[in-house]
């Protein structure tokens, strides 16, 4: 298993950037699919992109605005999120699922998830 924690949570104000960060511990890291979910207020989690040696994928909403990379000597992927939207305010998860078992980027094929990190946008 590898397990996962988030950080790089905060307030910003629209239009502005954050950094978020999914650090690994545990199994052999290049051996996994990493994605970034989100679940606002009264909504249910959502997508926001998974990432692994295959491809990367993106939800529509963030297309064009947020990149996720992987650094396999950290043994950490980023999400780096750009012109922030109120609508992106959520608390975002990371998980882990073996790339072997990963048959799309839907959060029920993920195992292992992390506590989460607040992302507050304001307008």
């Known amino acids: 298993e590898l397990q996962v924690v988030e950080s790089g949570g905060g307030l910003v104000q629209a239009g502005g950037s954050l950094r978020l960060s999914c650090t690994t511990s545990?199994?052999?890291?290049?051996?996994?699919?990493i994605g970034w979910f989100r679940q606002a207020p009264g909504k249910e989690r959502e997508v926001v992109s998974c990432?692994?040696?295959?491809?990367?994928h993106y939800a529509d909403s963030v297309k064009g605005r947020f990149t996720i990379s992987s650094d396999n000597i950290k043994r950490t992927v980023y999400l780096e999120m750009y012109a922030l939207k109120p609508e992106d305010t959520a608390i975002y998860y990371c998980?882990?699922?073996?790339?072997?078992?990963?048959?799309?980027?839907?959060?029920?094929?993920?195992?292992?998830w992390g506590r989460g990190t607040q992302v507050t946008v304001s307008t």
């Open positions: 998980a882990s699922v073996m790339t072997a078992w990963y048959v799309g980027c839907h959060s029920n094929n993920f195992v292992s």
């Open positions: 545990g199994d052999t890291f290049g051996d996994y699919t």
């Open positions: 990432i692994s040696d295959l491809d990367a």
